[in-house]
């Protein structure tokens, strides 16, 4: 359990890491002189919503980012943008149907499948950590002696999104052949498999 805690406790202060570097990934938009004026307006809120989430007004930024969304929604930068502040809110289904989208009208866009593997990632460790129980009222304390124990159901859907997060990792270094974290992807991919295999057996075990 002291094992599994400390496990728990670095992906967390990774995952506090990463999403200080998420507001990094944030898109600029700039248009065309010749662009029609919703195109300014979506400039100016996207702009905007990148200043709020610097400053840690992540559900004004979200604010923001729906609002240009609904002025245009053509415009796939701002879907990564609304990802991003999604993922920072810890809503992570949101962020997924935002990045949907953003593959959808950008299928090259290689750092939405890298966005897309985060979310699955995080979702199964908030399961393995208990904050997916939070909204619930019922999340279990993490401490050194004692760390979540996960029911069978739990276990079989944390193999899932670890397989997702597989996948979109795998997909992201398909995209972007010469990307320079590609060491550092594979090896996280390594350690999701051997997670992957890990609560695939405790749960067989169950």
Do not use: W
């Amino acid at each position: 359990n002291f094992k599994k805690f400390n496990t728990i406790n670095y992906h967390l202060e990774e995952n506090i890491m990463r999403k200080t570097l998420l507001i990094l990934t944030i898109i600029c938009i700039t248009f065309v002189t010749t662009a029609c004026v919703n195109k300014f307006a979506v400039q100016e809120l996207n702009n905007k919503a990148q200043e709020m989430l610097k400053t840690g007004n992540v559900e004004g930024a979200i604010a923001r980012l729906e609002s240009s969304i609904d002025l245009d929604e053509s415009v796939f930068e701002t879907h990564y943008n609304l990802a991003v502040a999604y993922m920072q809110a810890d809503k992570y289904d949101k962020a997924l149907k935002s990045l949907e989208k953003v593959i959808e009208l950008n299928p090259d866009f290689a750092d939405a499948y890298h966005s897309t593997a985060v979310c699955y990632e995080e979702q199964a460790y908030a399961i393995i950590s208990g904050e997916a129980d939070k909204d619930k009222d019922k999340a279990e304390e993490v401490s050194e002696d004692k760390a979540k124990v996960l029911t069978a159901e739990e276990k079989a859907k944390v193999c899932e999104l670890f397989g997702a997060a597989v996948d979109y990792y795998n997909k992201y270094l398909s995209k972007k052949q010469d990307a320079t974290d590609a060491d550092k992807v594979n090896a996280k991919i390594e350690t999701l498999n051997t997670e992957m295999k890990k609560y695939s057996d405790e749960s067989s075990e169950s």
